[in-house]
Nanobody, 130 residues
């Protein structure tokens, strides 16, 4: 049984930092690309925004323009865990963050696609206060 378990969310003041973790069991995170998505309040699952991805077979990364320069995705293959370091958090950074695995190798192309994920974690909540 595959499980992706996110942790590290919480409440932080604007300008602060958080580090999210996504620990996988029953699945090797280096098999396919891994991504972090976020879902704003009132939005549906299909509207999740891909904010960062790390691509298998080279480790290249993707960042949405809204987080570029502030967020960093990384992977520890020995721990089978993917991380999202979030710095300079803003009040407009939405609440729920999810990690997910690419459904088939190469399907995400240049951007992580929430419609093409094989596994999702349960999410971790991030709250940014002023």
């Amino acid at each position: 049984q595959v499980q992706l378990v996110e942790s590290g969310g919480g409440s932080v003041q604007a300008g602060g930092s958080l580090r999210l973790s996504c620990a996988a069991s029953g699945y090797t995170t280096s098999s396919n690309s891994m991504g972090w998505f976020r879902q704003a309040p009132g939005k549906e699952r299909r509207e999740r925004e891909g904010v960062a991805a790390i691509y298998t077979g080279g480790g290249s990364t993707y960042y949405a323009d809204s987080v570029k320069g502030r967020f960093t995705i990384s992977q520890d293959t020995a721990k089978n865990t993917v991380y999202l370091q979030m710095n300079s958090l803003k009040r407009e950074d939405p609440d729920m963050y999810y990690c997910a695995a690419e459904r088939y190798k190469g399907t995400w192309d240049t951007t992580p696609d929430p419609h093409d994920c094989s596994y999702w974690g349960q999410g971790t909540q991030v709250t940014v206060t002023s």
